[in-house]
């Protein structure tokens, strides 16, 4: 079963993410969100990766671990996502969790 992986950001970065998703075999693209997407979209992915400025960063990671919370799908955030933004650290993330 393929890992589904979710690309938050889709500038440069981002969009070389979803060139290496589809030539990876065991990858499959959930989903692509820019400015526009509704981070409900990230709902499902078994992966999220996030190339978004520090301020959107911290939603992405807040939605992450809600939906993560709901769906009971990871055991911890930090094995289900990835953070191309620079300027988070533990507790950030620890207190989008909470």
């Known amino acids: ?3 589904k992986v979710c690309v938050v950001g889709t500038g ?6 979803l060139q290496i998703i589809e ?8 989903s692509a969100l820019n ?7 990230m709902a499902g992915a078994d992966t999220v990766v996030d190339f978004t400025r520090f301020d959107v960063s911290q939603e ?15 055991q911890r955030l930090e094995s289900a996502s990835c953070r191309g933004t620079s300027g988070l ?4 993330i620890a207190a989008a969790g909470s």
Do not use: I, P, W
């Open 1 to 3: 079963m393929a890992e």
């Open 12 to 17: 440069r970065m981002g969009s070389l993410a």
């Open 23 to 30: 030539q990876t075999e065991g990858l499959e693209l959930h």
């Open 35 to 41: 400015s526009k997407s509704s981070l409900d979209e």
């Open 60 to 74: 992405v990671v807040k939605t992450a671990c809600q939906q993560a919370e709901c769906n009971h799908r990871y």
């Open 89 to 92: 650290d533990r507790g950030t």
